[in-house]
């Protein structure tokens, strides 16, 4: 049943080796429950959509062939091109941000520390908590609870709730992201800096090294890989960000938090149902490039992905 080590390379597979490493068929049935999920829920699903994209299709009755005009037409819809915008910007900060704070969270619950147990379960309360409720709560606190704090310490721009100012709308999404995400990338950086030797920062104390030192030298080098790991993760999350901002904004004030999840869900309810699965392809294929564009960014440092 066990599978035989890989063979060095450039060593010779014999006939007898060859047979040797023929893997059982049982790990092929294993195999199969999961590829018939796969291909019936996913594959399957997202093929019928690439079709429907070449047709002009609303969802139901009749449909007729089109062509790329579906695809011409996104190219040339500044609605599209804003939603893109938009969902690009406030991933790539909102990773920053969620990795930034997960990291530095992390570090502080691997220290020495009283109450550790209980402070890393208060830490991971937001896994638990679906997205739209989230937005529903944090809604509150961002139109009532923070203007009433602003006004009372005189802070002008935060009088009027961010909720429905066109330039700062995104920042509460921006948190309320971070935040839902927060435990997710938490438990990853706890895991990796767990697996770190401690005989590392005793010897790099001995020989004088400062906190910084030792985190920049040390800690930041061995976490790398889990860094990857929660980037990757956390960009594929906020591309397809939808529960947060339908809670906390439903895409307003006007389109200004537009993502192209909304986009792409809201055409369906309005008869473009085509029009949008050609967004979801391009969609798709973006998703994917910036997954890989990641990875081969990362490719060799710290903990490897395959």
């Not at 929660?230 to 809670?247: C, S």
Request: no cysteine; glycine share 10%; proline share 6%.
């Amino acid at each position: 049943m066990a599978v035989p080590p890989p063979l060095p390379r450039g060593a010779s597979v014999t006939p007898s080796a060859r047979r040797r490493r023929r893997v059982e068929p049982i790990y092929y049935w294993f195999l199969l429950p999961t590829l018939v999920l796969f291909t019936g829920l996913v594959l399957g699903p997202a093929l019928v959509g690439i079709f429907y994209s070449f047709t002009d299709y609303v969802g139901f009755g009749e449909w007729r062939f089109t062509g790329l005009t579906n695809y011409v037409a996104l190219f040339s819809d500044p609605a599209i091109w804003e939603s893109y915008k938009f969902t690009l910007g406030f991933a790539l900060v909102t990773v920053v941000l969620a990795q930034s704070v997960a990291l530095a969270l992390a570090i502080g619950l691997t220290s020495r520390v009283r109450f550790l147990t209980a402070l890393r379960g208060v830490f991971v309360i937001p896994m638990m908590i679906s997205g739209i409720v989230a937005a529903y709560v944090f809604s509150y606190l961002f139109a009532n609870t923070l203007p009433s704090m602003a006004t009372s310490l005189g802070i002008g721009p935060l009088e009027e709730s961010i909720l429905g100012n066109p330039s700062l709308a995104w920042v509460a999404i921006m948190i309320v992201s971070a935040w839902q995400t927060l435990p997710g990338a938490l438990l990853i950086y706890i895991a990796g800096l767990l697996a770190i030797p401690g005989e590392l920062y005793e010897a790099a104390a001995i020989d004088g090294a400062s906190a910084w030192r030792r985190f920049r030298s040390i800690t930041l080098p061995l976490v790398s890989g889990y860094v990857t790991i929660n980037t990757i993760l956390g960009v594929k999350g906020y591309l397809n960000a939808y529960d947060v901002i339908k809670g906390l904004t439903d895409g307003g004030p006007g389109t200004a938090t537009h993502s192209v999840a909304m986009k792409i869900f809201t055409g369906y309810t309005d008869g473009d149902y085509a029009y949008q699965m050609s967004n979801a392809t391009i969609f798709f294929v973006l998703t994917v490039a910036v997954s890989l564009l990641q990875l081969l960014a990362t490719r060799g440092r710290g903990l490897r992905l395959s």
